[in-house]
């Protein structure tokens, strides 16, 4: 019937066991993906949306603002926090580069 397949028992338990373990990677492989794609849908709609502008601060005493990039910059990190609309708006009027 299959003539492919060894004629050794232990041989035979070899691949058997050998196939196994496959499945079973494949199956915590699709689990992982599931996982991580449930997660993602339920964080969507959680996340808070960005703001529409932000301030870079500067380093040191004080800490003043050296520009207001928009809110999605790419380059924010952690001298940066939001602003409304207004600030940004008057920190612009004041000379800070967008």
Same mark, same amino acid.
């Given at each position: 019937?299959?003539?492919?397949?060894?004629?050794?028992?232990?041989?035979?338990?070899?691949?058997?066991?050998?196939?196994? +373990?496959? @499945?079973?990677?494949? $199956?915590?492989?699709? !689990?992982?993906? #599931?996982? =991580?794609?449930?997660?993602?849908?339920?964080? /969507?709609?959680?996340?808070?949306?960005?703001?529409?502008?932000?301030?870079?601060?500067?380093?040191?005493?004080?800490?003043?603002? +050296?520009? @207001?990039?928009?809110? $999605?910059?790419?380059? !924010?990190?952690? #001298?940066? =926090?939001?602003?409304?609309?207004?600030?940004? /708006?008057?920190?612009?009027?004041?000379?800070?580069?967008?």
């Amino acid at each position: 019937m299959f003539d492919d397949l060894p004629s050794d028992l232990d041989q035979l338990r070899t691949l058997r066991i050998w196939h196994a +373990l496959w @499945v079973q990677r494949v $199956d915590a492989k699709a !689990a992982a993906i #599931r996982q =991580r794609q449930t997660e993602e849908e339920h964080g /969507r709609p959680n996340r808070p949306t960005p703001p529409e502008w932000i301030v870079e601060l500067g380093i040191g005493a004080g800490r003043p603002p +050296l520009q @207001v990039p928009a809110g $999605d910059c790419h380059m !924010a990190g952690k #001298r940066h =926090r939001p602003v409304d609309r207004d600030e940004a /708006r008057r920190l612009l009027a004041e000379g800070l580069k967008p």
